[in-house]
């Protein structure tokens, strides 16, 4: 099974641990997304391109402003 044909809790799940051998940082997007969503800061309509799959300019300024902090360590 690849990547693209594997569920996403087992995909999660996979790229943790690697992340954990490997011993880098892993950031969770998805998470982000899902907490966006069930918070009622953003919908889907807004997050994400009429293809439902990519995202719009505003979830990638948020996703950006979120990673820099991350990676500052703010």
């Not at 982000?32 to 994400?48: A, I, P, S």
Request: no cysteine; charged share 20%.
């Amino acid at each position: 099974m690849s990547a693209g044909q594997m569920p996403v809790p087992e995909l999660e799940a996979l790229l943790t641990k690697i992340a954990h051998e490997e011993r880098v940082g892993l950031f969770r997007h998805f998470d982000l997304m899902r907490h966006w969503v069930e918070t009622k800061r953003m919908n889907f309509n807004d997050m994400l391109i009429q293809d439902g799959l990519h995202l719009t300019d505003l979830s990638y300024g948020y996703l950006g402003r979120l990673m820099a902090a991350a990676v500052l360590g703010n």
